[in-house]
């Protein structure tokens, strides 16, 4: 079955555990990076460790993806995010890559801050696979073998700085401030069995208690098999590396239709960015703000699947 895995800090000391009915059993040995503790421990193994009495809310939880490991991400892989980011999914064949920087992880429950020249900050829920073993060549995978390549999943949030992202066409700039990454709370460790799940997980991300973001990831463009088989050609990869999968619809930003943006080429580059910075400034109700409270999670309908919640204050830079 599925283990919750944890990193915390309890006592000046930094640990790993197994997380049941809110108490930690602690995972026996030194393990200083997520692929350090994939690499030797067993799902079966942890599943089998006694109860422990550690209560959780007694510990600092950490991210359970340490910035030793890669963070790479897909955009643009719901179908209705495709159409609300102005693409048409018909026509668009290609799975969109890009990096974060790794010192932008922090635990699920970290303060979000807000930079001072950022005037529209937006979230985006996503369900990340974390890899099982070293990748140093091109591989095929496949739903049959994914489980050889995927240890578990964890929520990854990939806040962007929209008006740096866009106008600078600067993906990793614009999504790798600090604390634009939050991981966690759970890494959820799977067996060959569970993988299934990959397929029917349940994705919700609310503001201040509304909901904005919906959906399930049934709903990926791009599945996993598809993206490792794909992303194997390309680099390298080491057990513990992170792939965030793509956000649903429903992110704060506004992209002009297909149409609107063909016409904005032919426009001065100010003009064009003038408009596009009006737009935005008309969903700024939608884009983050100094106290707002981003809550998301992602669990299966039965329960069998539950990688927590993560719960972010927006704060302002200082």
């Given at each position: 079955?599925?283990?919750?895995v944890?990193r915390?800090?309890?006592q000046n000391?930094?640990?790993?555990?197994?997380?049941?009915q809110?108490?930690?059993?602690?995972?026996?040995?030194?393990?200083?990076s997520?692929?350090d503790?994939?690499?030797?421990?067993?799902?079966?193994?942890l599943?089998?460790?006694?109860?422990g009495?550690?209560?959780?809310?007694?510990?600092?939880l950490?991210?359970?993806?340490?910035?030793?490991?890669k963070?790479?991400?897909?955009?643009?892989?719901?179908r209705?995010?495709?159409?609300?980011?102005?693409?048409?999914?018909?026509?668009?064949?290609?799975?969109?890559?890009?990096?974060?920087?790794?010192?932008?992880?922090?635990?699920?429950?970290?303060?979000?801050?807000?930079?001072?020249?950022?005037?529209f900050l937006?979230?985006?829920?996503e369900?990340?696979?974390?890899?099982?073993?070293?990748?140093?060549?091109?591989?095929?995978?496949?739903?049959?073998?994914?489980?050889?390549f995927?240890?578990?999943?964890?929520?990854?949030?990939?806040?962007?700085?929209?008006?740096?992202?866009?106008?600078?066409?600067?993906?990793?700039?614009?999504?790798s401030?600090?604390?634009?990454g939050?991981?966690?709370?759970?890494?959820?460790?799977?067996?060959?069995?569970?993988?299934?799940?990959?397929?029917?997980l349940?994705?919700?991300l609310?503001?201040?208690?509304?909901?904005?973001?919906?959906d399930?990831?049934a709903?990926?463009?791009?599945?996993?098999a598809e993206?490792?088989?794909?992303?194997?050609?390309?680099?390298?990869?080491?057990?513990?590396?992170?792939?965030a999968?793509?956000?649903?619809?429903?992110?704060?930003?506004?992209?002009p239709?297909?149409?609107?943006?063909?016409i904005?080429?032919?426009?001065?580059?100010a003009?064009k960015?003038?408009?596009f910075?009006?737009a935005?400034?008309?969903?700024s109700s939608y884009?983050?703000k100094?106290?707002?409270?981003?809550?998301?999670?992602?669990?299966s309908?039965d329960?069998?699947?539950?990688?927590?919640?993560?719960?972010?204050?927006?704060?302002e830079?200082?």
């Amino acid at each position: 079955m599925p283990v919750q895995v944890v990193r915390f800090e309890h006592q000046n000391h930094v640990q790993w555990g197994v997380v049941r009915q809110g108490r930690i059993s602690l995972i026996p040995g030194e393990y200083a990076s997520t692929g350090d503790l994939i690499r030797h421990t067993r799902v079966g193994e942890l599943a089998a460790l006694p109860d422990g009495d550690l209560p959780l809310d007694t510990v600092k939880l950490l991210s359970p993806i340490t910035r030793d490991q890669k963070f790479v991400c897909q955009g643009a892989n719901y179908r209705q995010h495709m159409i609300e980011s102005g693409m048409d999914p018909d026509v668009k064949n290609f799975n969109m890559i890009f990096t974060k920087a790794t010192s932008c992880i922090v635990a699920a429950d970290s303060e979000l801050i807000k930079p001072r020249n950022v005037r529209f900050l937006d979230y985006e829920i996503e369900l990340g696979l974390v890899l099982r073993r070293d990748i140093t060549g091109p591989v095929r995978v496949t739903d049959a073998n994914l489980h050889e390549f995927v240890a578990g999943v964890v929520i990854v949030n990939d806040y962007s700085a929209r008006d740096i992202q866009i106008p600078q066409m600067q993906f990793y700039k614009g999504k790798s401030y600090r604390t634009f990454g939050p991981v966690g709370p759970y890494l959820c460790l799977l067996e060959a069995k569970d993988l299934p799940y990959l397929k029917k997980l349940q994705l919700r991300l609310t503001v201040n208690g509304q909901v904005r973001q919906s959906d399930s990831t049934a709903n990926l463009v791009y599945g996993p098999a598809e993206t490792l088989t794909e992303l194997s050609g390309v680099q390298d990869f080491t057990a513990g590396d992170l792939i965030a999968t793509g956000t649903p619809a429903g992110c704060a930003l506004t992209i002009p239709s297909p149409t609107k943006q063909r016409i904005a080429v032919l426009l001065p580059e100010a003009v064009k960015w003038k408009a596009f910075m009006k737009a935005q400034e008309g969903r700024s109700s939608y884009y983050l703000k100094k106290g707002d409270v981003v809550e998301a999670s992602i669990r299966s309908a039965d329960g069998v699947i539950d990688l927590g919640t993560q719960r972010n204050v927006v704060v302002e830079q200082a």
